[in-house]
């Protein structure tokens, strides 16, 4: 039977507490002794009557008792810090507890852009065919006689001032880069996983085998089954729903079934607790993914 730290404690108290009154009574026995010892020498010598202390009353006769029984008390102290055993903590898991893979997802949402549209047609080139035309050039008389009365030509005309020229426009401007929206996956390359077995040696399956494992450990270990849902004697599967980012924070949780009693809010108030999952990643990248978690609920007995 393994000792509880309650009981080794109470065990080192009680073996204190014993040396102390050994010690306590050999002392008593002792000074007592020494004190009768001298009484009878005084009373022979002089016939004074028996004084209760005397300066040459000596009550380390017997101090190698005392050592020893130090040195016992040390070596059985000793003996039981060393026999001191811890043991976790067994933690009930019920059975048939579907994994998230059961579950039912929507099919993953990809990023991909979409085709671009199919080039233009190349221009059709009609040729045209020569017309020859032909320009009948009429002459006219230009002979001057000494009676023809020639007009003097009209005065030039002031150029007109050109118009101002028109301001440009301003250039547009630049559109603003879109910001890049985050995709939420249910399914990719390495799904997150629960912390803690990142150290242990073996591939994705097996660390993924003991991150469920943790998982389920650390569930079922800080559950409390609710006292309304105990009462009327519920039983049966709370499925939760969460996204867990880039750095591994468990966001947006939310209940998808519930049985009702409270067991939905505490299985809830258990999946805010939890510390920080390892990422999941696709394309060799830190990506959001949503996460659904089915939570038993089993009466013992």
Known sequence: MALTSTTIGLLIGLMVLAIAGVILFVRNL?????EEDLASKYAADSGMKYKSKY???????????????GLLGAIGLTSLAFSWTTYDDIVYIPDNIELPEDIEMEPPRTAEPPPPPPPPPPPVIEEVPEEEVEEEVEFEDMTVEEETEIEAPPPPEKPKPKPKPKPKPAPAPE??????VDEIFTIVQQMPRFPGCEDISGGDAEKKACAEKKMLEYIYKNIKYPAIARENGIEGMVVLSFVIDKAGQITEPKILR???GGCGKEALRIVQKMPKWIPGR??????KVQFNLPVR???QG
């Open 175 to 180: 559109p603003e880069p879109e910001e890049e």
């Open 297 to 299: 609920f089993k009466l």
């Open 282 to 287: 696709q394309r060799n990248k830190a990506v």
């Open 258 to 260: 519930d049985l009702g």
């Open 55 to 69: 300066p040459e009353a000596n009550v380390f006769n017997l101090g190698s008792t005392f050592w020893l029984s």
């Open 30 to 34: 002792i000074k007592r002794k020494g």
